[in-house]
């Protein structure tokens, strides 16, 4: 096995040294992270799953994303939720309502660890219907997934472009948020045209499923309908002929 005699303070040292790319990037991580998560990183390093680090793509309320490569040098985006941060009662009650994580513990660890799989699982199964990074791994607080863009530059989120037919784009939305309800189950939950990124051919591919839950969930319905709205308002905005109502009213 991996037993290195080294305490984890001197091993850390040595990978972090390896592994970072800048000494900005490096602080960056520092700067967040607490020792759990240095250590899940240090055993993620040693497992072969994360090579280098880059710098921070974006940081958000709960999360900060890395860009980073796997030791055989393919690019990854390594997400990392704060175990300090976020809207910890909010993320307890999205779990508990989900049949797959009903039984999380209750402790800050425990919810953001779950809060963590959840977005795993969930990219697992929408990858089947559409298209969205590719997981690779999860270990802790810590999610490691495909990158969706070009060299450094992660794609441009829909917020971002000029939409070039607007009526086609919203239709796509629409049948592939129909598709995740009734064949897999669950609904995004914090769909909208920042969690949205298109490639060249601004062909959409999805990411931030961590709010997504299962069907069954006593919110699900009325975050469907969230996300049809939102989605609606966009292309609206854009001159899209939009009816959200019927279109809600079609997944059932
Ligand atoms: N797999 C990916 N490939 C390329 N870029 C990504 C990927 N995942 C995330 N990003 C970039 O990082 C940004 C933030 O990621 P994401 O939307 O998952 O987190 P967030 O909105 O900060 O979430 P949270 O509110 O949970 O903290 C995205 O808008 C996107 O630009
Ligand atoms: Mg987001």
Redesign the pocket.
Known sequence: MNQDPRDFEERWKEKSRQMFDSSEAKKAFQNVFDHNTSETMLKMADQGIIGKMYGV???????V?FLADTPEGERV?V?I?MTRA?NFREMKQYLRGDKRFRNVKDDRRSVINEWTKKEYRNLEKAREVLRC?KPIAVRNNILV?????EGFK??K?LKEVEIENPDQGYRNVIEAVKKLWQEKKIIHG?LSE??I?VDGEQRPVW??F??GVHRDHPEAKELLRRDIDRVADFFEREGADVDPVKDYESMF
């Open positions: 793509i974006e940081s958000g309320k709960e999360s994303v985006v997400k939720y976020g990074p997934m495909e990158f969706i863009g992660p794609y989120k914090d920042y969690n990124l990411i931030d961590s709010q």
